[in-house]
């Protein structure tokens, strides 16, 4: 593709298509990666490309729930590595919790790709600035974090086949998982074993977005950059969250698109 000028309206858009279109020629994404994005694409322009008020307080109460829980766990796919694989380190070297590779394909080729993105990922960032707000040694901290995935020695009870596997050191032993982008089978499998899920999806009708405790209504590459500086200024939570109203108020930004003028 060629250069897209600093202007163009489309452009962050833009660059996520290529972004996406370059992994998935590089082995990292499942055939289907490219649909669910589009799917996604089209929630984002009705939500006006923007992270809203209510995704800004669910991402305060996903980091807040991070922080205070015994372990937290980050799960990722394809898209998210490629989308936010940067920024989800920052958040789980702040945290200080490992980041699993799980796909709902599973293949242990992707996996392996996916994890060596990701070290490179990590390599990266532990070399690059902390944080605004962080004042501990961040070399070491990013380098702690653990990249899990291989050699999956665990189930997700309630799932049959290749998506129900996990490691047990990761998401089987969690009390808390940050999974952007999950699928609704899955997210309901993970609370009915008890654990917190906070899940990103553009999508406020999906039934990921309506089985999580938490659901962030945003694009995750913004929430995932959103959520880091949440990760490190350490509000607490800020009491009951009501899932279902801040559903409700996505939809509402939806039904109040306009054309304008
Ligand atoms: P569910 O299984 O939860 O009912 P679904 O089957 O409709 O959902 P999937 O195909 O599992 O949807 O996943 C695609 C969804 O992922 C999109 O509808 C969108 O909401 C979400 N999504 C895709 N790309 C992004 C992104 N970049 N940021 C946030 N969410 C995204
Ligand atoms: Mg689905």
């Not at 370059?22 to 992270?51: C, K, N, P, V, W």
């Not at 305060?60 to 936010?84: D, F, H, K, Y």
């Not at 699993?100 to 990701?118: G, K, M, S, W």
């Amino acid at each position: 593709m060629g250069e897209i000028p600093e202007s163009h309206p489309r452009r962050s858009s833009l660059l996520a298509r290529q972004k996406l279109v370059d992994a998935a020629a590089e082995g990292l994404l499942a055939d289907s990666a490219m649909i669910a994005h589009g799917r996604g694409e089209a929630f984002d322009y009705l939500l006006g490309e923007q992270t809203s008020d209510s995704a800004r307080s669910a991402i305060r109460e996903a980091s807040a729930r991070l922080l205070t829980a015994e372990r937290p766990v980050i799960s990722v796919n394809g898209n998210t590595v490629v989308l936010a694989g940067e920024d989800l380190i920052r958040v789980a070297a702040v945290v200080g919790c490992p980041i699993e590779v799980n796909l709902y394909y599973r293949t242990p080729e992707r996996i392996a790709r996916l994890l060596t993105r990701l070290a490179e990922q990590r390599a990266s960032v532990a070399g690059g600035p902390a944080p605004d707000g962080w004042s501990e040694d961040w070399a070491k901290a990013v380098s702690s974090v653990a990249l899990l995935g291989d050699g999956a020695d665990g189930s997700i009870e309630g799932l049959e086949g290749a998506r129900a596997i996990c490691c047990t050191n990761g998401i089987g032993s969690a009390d808390i998982v940050l999974v952007p982008l999950e699928d609704g089978d899955r997210c309901e499998a993970l609370v009915e074993m008890g654990k917190q899920v906070v899940v990103i999806d553009l999508n406020p009708l999906s039934r990921t977005s309506r089985m999580a405790t938490v659901t962030i209504v945003d694009e995750v590459t913004r929430a995932a950059t959103a959520l880091v500086d949440e990760v490190v200024s350490g509000h607490a939570a800020q009491g009951d969250w009501d899932n279902r109203a801040a559903l409700s108020e996505a939809l509402d930004i939806i039904a109040g698109a306009s054309a304008g003028e």
